[in-house]
């Protein structure tokens, strides 16, 4: 049986580094391919050596798929490329490969620059790097080579996230990386059509979260910065530099507009303002709305949020502060956030997760002294406020997800392992399918039962449905004669005439004949002549016919009548018939017996078993 | 008897003028007739190859055919459909057999044996899906032949088992459109038995073409929409095709279900996979529900659109729609819609400043989380968070028709439609507003509840804050709080948008009265009085103070120990209020103080008593009128002035009545005018000595006309009896204009001409009113058509001496009233014409001015409204609003929001320009003489050409002066 293998290299039962490798028909797809934000060591990228000890992973890999730009899911792109060697085509969609070198030339230099690490990939391997990168469409089918193809689905989460469905022959696997099934500001909900893949890899980040409506969250937010506002403080909200930061822009920016508010917004440059460059350009990935007023005007465009410079920490009057890093643990947002920790009208709302021992971390856990470097103590009088932003589906997206691919095997990786533990067993119970959790370096195996196509010639066809019925019934299936011949690779299904001819084979009648024994004292020529208006009578609608030479002929088969050498009272019968129409025959020789029966009524039970015997032997 | 020998006389003695009139266009029809279809006859002809005789085709289905000629048309089609060896070109003669039979008063049964017979002999299955497309045509227009109907369904349930998707499309979609209930029709191989049209159709649920899968749907509820009654059994094949793969089979398995769910919602439907049973209404519901989360986003449109259908199903299904339960690493957390809830019934409010406030709780036993929600639950959770605004604004209006009939229901979704309120798009925002409104009867606001609602308050949206302050209106609020706080709100907006000073009057005004109580406590805040010091009196002008006072007396209306905590100036400030904004401030009963006002008594008083006596009044009046015989009677004017004084005071008295009033007044204004100019001595003088006579009565006739006009175009709820009526005066004032032409000027050309015109409009009169002649005996126009045949021969001078006569023998016309009659009007909001300050630009340039006006009982004002500026210098613009500018906040009411560009050449200084709303009108489009729909048959020549239509504009709102200053462009 064919199987499919998916071995998890990253992510597996662990959220970071997501690197998925999948085996489908003979073909080897790395899916994703990132870095884990947790380790500084080789840890932080996937073990390569997995696939191949030594020598370059181009012969072992036919594709590699990258979901979207983060680099859990992208940072380890350059490292296997260049530093280990793979030639083979990368597939990403537009946006992430616009967007992507941009943090990977950040996170590069964070590593290189910042902490002075060697051995690094550099930004020449970036750029060598995109070069074999191949961009994919939505709903594009991309031929991979004459097997394989992929096709991207819309997924959320960030801008160019994708799911993909990979095929080949008539297996499939789908895999989603992360996803949003509740829209949101400037992105739509993920979408898959009913493509009932083999197995359906999905994240699970929230595997055991149900969200509140974001229309709450949304409103929380907007109005706890309003009232801050009003009162004339500061907001500062540290965010990270893509994803959601735009997410917030837009949320900030359209409530300005509507409630025709003058107070600035300040976004701190950077990266951001390349990245954004590329969100007005990638309109189509955005949200019904954006999608439909960018002609009159460009959501992305922000007319009240501006640049940030330094000097505006000090100017009076309210405002809003977008700064990265999003954990306050470096960096402008911490500097703005030391200047106005000390004003109780000011307030800071944290969008996001904070790591243990970060400023945000402590701040959120309502410690109101901090200890800065130097001894010095800072007082942390303004609001903090804490407000989840986050993009990845909950437990009832994923499940609806599910219910939209309709898979025949479910298996969860990004997620922790006891949360996939519970929500392995409600998919388990729900959809009544397999769902699998392999943790890293760990294969999952499943064996499908693919359909094989088989060419049929057009006339067997025809002839078949000429036979039976009006119309094939779609939900039973049927039965036909033919010849099937497997040549070169390929499978026909011919008529068996074609099928000799085309082989050049020459044609064996097979006959099966059948003597049955019965007393009659009649001659030979009335027996025959009693049996044939007797079958007459008996079958009607058949073609019966006397022949002159002796014989009777019901359809194909030949009865004869010829009286045993001893005994001129005893008749034997010789039916003979040929291979196709066998079961008519059984009814014959029945009736033939029965006629005996008829004739004769002291006929003998041994025969009668012998005929009997005989019968089912043809059979 | 005299009278009708003369008649007769007079008809035979017309015959001999009018035969050559009808005779030549009815020939022109007739030569037409034969060469169509002789024309198409040598076209196929001639047509060598099938794309010639496929142009021929397709040139000849651009021109209609009369009704008379199709069916030879239709014969030489088919006599080239048989010899048509081409697919295509049978194709289109099948298409245009269709098309022909559609013909008006064409009767398509003779072509019925014919397109069988085609059928019989085709083998191409799109043209035999065509030929059953034209089967369906012609049994559609055949509805009374049951006998024509059983064959079409044989026909149609012979070919089901076609092998091409279209003709078993066409098949189940004439079966769908012409099967019929208690025939049942077709034989299931032989022998087994007859079989309903429902059962065979449903056979086609399980077709292996999604488009036909989706036919068989649509032809069942084709036949449930003609009355059929769809079998319960249908209801679970239904439910399967709710999971079928293709988007359409599955959005008409939605209505599909929903149709059985209405059929059936008592029956009984047991579970699958448990013993248990529920009622069909609800097993229904829970399916769609479930569509809601569906992947395609019309289904998802098309089931939430179904769910506000449904009433009948249980409350228990129904408040699981807005159930989400939510939690956190297994553990139970409660929505933030608990939580505001609970904070607010623990008496605390607003925290949510700590993080972790919404931590999880309770631990959760995994086995009772049910993730994917069976049945009905969170679908309106989902719909409301739908990616598609369509799909947003399908669940609002769906929760909207549920909570009407629900108040649980509508106390439990109010939460989620105050959220709605923050949607992206505005158009969900305002229709959320609007549902809300809808709602408010079962409803009370929690304080957070207002508190969010409020702050849509600043939004910079005005169609928003009005939605809302119209909401606030019919708002009921719980506490005093709630009252201060939305007070201060309003207050806020009102400083932002000062624009929006009516809407937030009248708002508190509603605030007021509905909550007296609520409002007693807060009056010395309001009033800022102090027990013992003196406070400063606030300003009178400032609209925030003024907003204050109509939320105070409103709610003193019915609270009588309030104007106790009055101060002096506060009742110095109602007096001022009461005259100044009647509308906003009620009548109050205040100590020491006399009732002065009569006319408050009768708005306080049973108010429909007064309407009637009003209504009797005008009665009376309008029967007094109605005694002057003759319009020569001596005191018959000072009646008429008397009554037109009479019923422009009531129309000023009872609002109700104003525009019956007006109208009544404008007519017997037009009939005193006509009186006076008869009356003059004019008449007996000779012709040069009554030049300056003959001015006036040039101007009243001018006048009659322009009133008339008012009269058809201004009111509303007019019938077509009134309509004759104001057309008859009119015809009086022409007839009066034409008399003082032929006394005025000598040129006999002029006179000749006018006479024709005025003939042609009293036939046109006669045409449009043949109804209502009989109401006007010994009238104007009664004794004219008496005379017609004479009329039209005479010569002119004859006629005017007929007309002369005629006009000052007949009497007044009596003024029927109908029912409701409303007088268009138009008030000018802004500009408000009291600014001081020069709107000041450069010549040459344009400067925009913002109107803002509303429009009441205007019918389609889209089309008539438009906005006239004058300049000083005489010109004027006319300038026509875009459609989108007008909107429609009430029923007979709409708003015009616009903006005006005006423009001129440099002024030395500032000057008034004047801007005022014109409501066009055109005589040719009356409102009873809707032209009615051509068909074929008609051409557009046969008609008789329209008589000159009279276009004018009437102006219908008052006058609004701005003071513009064009500067000088500076070099």
Redesign the interface.
Known sequence: MPEIKVTPLGAGQDVGRSCILVSIGGKNIMLDCGMHMGYNDDRRFPDFSYITQNGRLTDFLDCVIISHFHLDHCGALPYMSEMVGYDGPIYMTHPTKAICPILLEDFRKITVDKKGETNFFTSQMIKDCMKKVIPLNLHQTVQVDDELEIKAYYAGHVLGAAMVHIKVGSESVVYTGDYNM??D?HL??A????CRPDILISESTYA?????????????F??KV?ESIERGGKVLIPVFALGRAQELCILLE?FW????LKAPIYFSTGLTEKANHYYKLFITWT???IRKTFVQRNMFEFKHIKAFDRSYADNPGPMVVFATPGMLHAGQSLQIFKKWAGNEKNMVI?PGYCVQGTIGHKI???QRKLEMEGRATLDVKL????MSFSAHAD??GI??LI??AEPRNMLLVHGEAV?ME??K??IEQ?FSIDCYMPANGETTTVTTNPSVPVDISLNLLKREMALGG???D??KPRTMHGTLIMKENSLKLVSSEQALKELGLNEHQLRFTCHVQLQDPHSDADTLHRIYTHLKSVLKGYTIQHLPDGTVIVESIVIKVSSSAEDSNTKVLLLSWSYQVKTWTLFLERFVIIYSFKCSEQQQDRELIDIQWGGKKIH | MAAHLKKRVYEEFSKVVQIPHEETPAKKLRLSKPSKSAALHIDLCKATNSTDALQYLLQFARKPVEAESVEGVVRILLEHYYKETDNSVRLKIASLLGLLSKTQGFSPDCIVDDAINTLSNEKSHQVLAQLLDTLLVIGTQLPESPALRLRLVEVAYKHL?D?YFGVRNKCLQLLGCLGMVDAPLGKENEGAGLRDVQSIISDYF???DPRVRTAALKAMLQLHERGMKIHQIIYDQACRLLTD?YEQVRSAAVQMVWVLSQLYPESIVPIPSSNEEIRLVDDAFGKISHMV?D?SWMVRVQAAKTLGSMLQVSPHFLEQTLD???????RR?R???ERAKELFASGEFSS?????D?APKEKLD?NT?N???SGACGAF?HG??????EVRIAAVEALCQLARSSPSFAEKCLD?LV??F????EEVRLQSIHVLREISTHITLREDQLD?VL?VL????RDIREALHELLCYTNVSTKECIQLALLELLKNLN?YPTDRNSVWKCLKFLGSRHPTLVLPLVPELLSTHPYFDTPEPDMDDPAYIAVLVLVFNAAKSCPTMPALFSDHTFRHYAYLRDSLSHLVPPLRLPGRKQVYGLDSVDSGPGSGSVESAQLFLQQSLNRVSTIQNLEAPGAQDLLDLTIRDLLRLGELQTELAGAADFCATYLRCQLLLMKALQEKLWNMAVPLCLKQNVTATAAAQQILEETYKLEFLYSGLESRQVATIHHVRLQAKALQLVLTARTRQGLDLLISSCEKFLQDVESFQRLFLTELPHLQDSFVDKLLELMPRLSSCKPVELVKILQTTLRQSGLLQLRLPEQIHRATATIIEPTGESDNPLRFTSGLVVALDIDATLEHVQDPQNTVKVQVLYPDGQSHVIHPKPGDFRKPGPHRHRLITQVYLSHTAWTEPSQIEVRLLLAYSSSSTSLTSPSKLGWSENLESLPPAEAAVEGTIPFSKAVKVFIMPKPARR
């Not at chain 2, 600043?458 to 949206?461: A, I, K, Q, V, Y």
């Open positions: 509740t829209p500001r739509g909900a979408w898959i059509d009913k055991t979260t149900i969200r509140d409506s974001k229309r709450c969250r949304e409103r929380d907007l109005k309003h359209t507009e509507r409630m025709n949200n019904q709305k944290m959120l856990n309502g609001q903090v406020e804490y437990a009832k499940m609806q219910r939209m949360k519970f929500l067993g409600k729900e009006p119309l094939p779609p939900k | 088992s092998t399980g077709d292996q793969d989360s992947g989400k339960k939510l939690m956190s690493d297994l957390k929505t933030a819609h949510g400043r700590k993080w972790a919404d995994t989380v993730l994917i929600a959770v409301l968070e739908d990616e598609m605004f989620f959220d709605m923050n949607d992206e798009i969010t702050a600043e939004d910079s949206s932002k």
